[in-house]
């Protein structure tokens, strides 16, 4: 290693360890930001000037790696994939989770460069503080260990000398007991009928993670079979809109409604745990919401004021960050309901393996290092700012949604964790559909125009099996041909030279020609149950935790989510006093005026509306007493 780059390791590590060291950093940051005058743009150059040590492109490392480029740029992958032993070498195991990442636009030397900038960079000390509970989500101050909610009930992990490993095992005691209360009919309703329908009302991380898990498992079979006679919905977005379609059909008799914040602050999480438990009220009367009211989160004071029993709340802690949270009672609670514990065990268990696996493999065997060094090369070296998670599998529909707040929240940042603005992009927009959806949709842009490295996921065995009579594969090897196919059209493409061989119309060459040379990596899976999505889940959480301890990130902070909840707070309160004042924004108001033009506009459009019952603003009638209707003002 060149010194430039052990001394970057230094930095690094002291940055990482040392709460002082931030703080300075943090104070010189200050200082320099208060000097930042004419233009943002010098100011930012000024700070990358006097930060740039800290900074990984400054080592020879990173720079190695731009030098590199150039001979990948003499690559294409329609040579590389011909080379036997490269096809063997960039290929990775663990556990049954087998990734070939040869169509990525790497050689073996790339690798090798890739490994020396993740020890550059500290990853494997910044893997063993995230796994030692250091409180390395510094803007914070709080540990970051989501590999906690799944540790087997043996280990120990201290927080503050504190080991938390039975925390969590007492939490996820409380819910076996619960859910299978629940479950089997021995914790009923106020009603006296069994909890059959559970609504999880959450948003963010308190959503998406659940919804991808239970995406994934309910048409496993012995997994659906294990969910016979029981229904699970969310309800994330504030739109009642969306308040109606999970309502829909749904008595509050059988209904057992699961409220899901980590703050339990969150304006539309608790506007709609306001609405539904309105709707319970309104059906069974106050007394009713202990027993079809529960919560999860880290705020058990406000779950109490809100009026839920505090023993009817199930807990996880600030070092847990809600969009990792899906191992903790935020995903466990609702799928040991609609599954059974045992289902969640093995979750947990298929998790704490990729886990194991991340935090002791030798980086070049290590599928979440490899994995997040390779998105690293194409983000920041190879200029590609997008990521396309294509599962060749329906039940993993909702990996990409979960994905994109997992990755984009945590690497969407604009500085390191010391403050300093960093001179190269980080985060990568993600987005995704299940193939062969996305085929007939948006590939044509990722086959022709621009280059956007793609994760391809399959299966073995199918969740369903079915097979034709007559046909020369099966249904889901009909889907998997696709899944080979895609890659190697990406990275092989096809040549004018090919084409005038088909004897295709000059005119039509430049159109049919595909250049190639396009990255993916292929990911298969054994089947998709619920160990294999936990491991699934784990090497994306990790993956994208490696590019942020490489790009020097703190990548389990979301400042960037904060000023547009601070500004919706004010236009609500602007929106309440205009109405009840009778009156429209004007510049004294302080919008600007594209705002205040629009607000109006919204103000008076609603008061023309006509709110004859209250069915008109829950279009679904389904909530119909006098605390939901609508403000006379409205009228
Ligand atoms: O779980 P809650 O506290 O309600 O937070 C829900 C979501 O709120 C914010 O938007 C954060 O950016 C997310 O990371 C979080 O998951």
Redesign the pocket.
Known sequence: MSSSASGAVLKNATSFFSAKTIKTNKNNTLKNKKRMKPSSKAATAVLQTEHKGSLISSTSEWNSLKEHVKDIEKTHLRDLLKDYNRCENLTLEHDGVYVDYARQRVTEETMEKLYALARASGVKEKINAMFSGEAMNSTENRAVLHVATRAPRSKVINVDGSNVVPDVHDVLDKIKDFSDRVRNGEWVGHTGLPLTDVVCV?????FLGPLFVHTALKTNQSHAADAQGRNLRFLANVDPVDVARALNGLNPETTLVVV???????AE?MLNARTVRQWIIAALGKEAVSKHMVAVSTNLKLVSEFGIDPKNAFAFWDWV???YSVCSAVGMLPLALQYGFETCEQFLKGAWSMDEHFATAEFEKNLPVTLGLISTWNVSFLGCDARAILPYCQALAKLAPHIQ?VAM?SNGKGVTIDGTPVDYPTGEIDFGEPGTNGQHSFYQLIHQGRVIPCDFIGVIKSQQSVYLKGEIVSNHDELMCNFFAQADALAVGKTPVELRAENCPDTLIPHKTFTGNRPSLSIMLPELNAYTTGQLLSLYEHRVAVQGFVWGLNSFD?WG?ELGKVLATRVRATMHDKRNEGKMLDSSDGYNHSTERMLNRYLQGKAQLKYDTPSDVFPCDLINSEECRPPSSYA
């Open positions: 959450g948003i963010g991380g308190s899901v914040s980590k703050t339990f602050t969150t999480t960050g809600g969009r707040q929240e979301q989510v």
